[in-house]
């Protein structure tokens, strides 16, 4: 029975036109460069920073959207340790990693329940916070000697044809590595509850917990 006990919460599932919509209302360009019967991959940019969202298809396009995946990936900077440590500590949603040499932040959340406009404000909202975390973070330290001055327009580094052939295997390589996270069911997403508005014991405040399987 145990093999089953999480299954249940994996059927809720989100329209894609949905989705694709509020991406398009929150950053200034957003470009599908990928797609299979499993997945949709988005190249998405905001006035910053640019990353990949890709969306989960668990069971076919028109069955909707199961999980929502976020990748930035910064060619030419590399964190100290300690920057890193420091870094994970202030994200809420992501994480950040370096593979490779390159550092990636990533974020995966399992939809729940139906779709709705702040429940996705919600999930892009903390994506932003962290993506703001990672962009001070980097500019704190000067970026690797033989980079140069970097743009962070040209740091993503994933090649959209690149992407667009072999959608499968790039969900496959980046971003299946983590568990999906859900939004807290204790405060909602809001990371704190209560008069005092006290962090949440749930989620310590992030407003997303390890989603169970
Ligand atoms: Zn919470």
């Known amino acids: ?3 089953f006990a999480g299954k249940s919460k994996r059927h809720a599932s989100w329209p894609r ?10 950053f200034t360009s957003v470009l ?3 797609e299979d019967v499993s997945h949709t991959i988005y190249d998405v940019a905001d006035r910053a920073f640019r990353f990949v969202v890709a969306l989960v298809h668990e069971d076919g396009v028109k069955a909707g959207v199961s999980e929502v995946g976020f990748l930035a990936r910064f060619v030419g900077f590399r964190p100290s340790d300690r920057v890193l440590r420091q870094l994970n500590g202030e994200l809420h949603l992501a994480a950040a990693f370096i593979e490779e040499g390159e550092l990636y ?8 329940g139906k779709f709705a406009d702040q429940k996705f404000a919600l999930i892009l909202g903390a994506w932003k916070r962290d993506m703001s975390f990672v962009l001070e973070a ?3 330290e000067p970026p690797s000697p033989d980079r140069g001055h970097a743009d962070f ?3 993503l580094g994933f090649d959209p044809g690149e992407i667009g052939r072999r959608t499968g295997a790039f969900c ?6 983590n568990e999906p996270k859900v939004v807290c069911d ?5 990371g704190k509850g209560g008069l005092l508005a006290r962090e949440c014991a749930t989620c310590d405040g992030a407003g997303f917990v390890e989603a169970l399987r």
């Open 172 to 177: 496959a390589a980046y971003f299946w590595r």
């Open 138 to 140: 980097v500019q704190r």
């Open 153 to 155: 327009s040209e740091t």
């Open 186 to 190: 204790a405060c909602s997403g809001r």
């Open 105 to 112: 932040v990533l974020a995966k959340v399992a939809v729940q």
């Open 1 to 3: 029975m145990t093999l």
């Open 32 to 34: 599908v460069i990928g």
């Open 17 to 26: 036109a949905r989705i694709e919509e509020a991406l398009r209302g929150a």
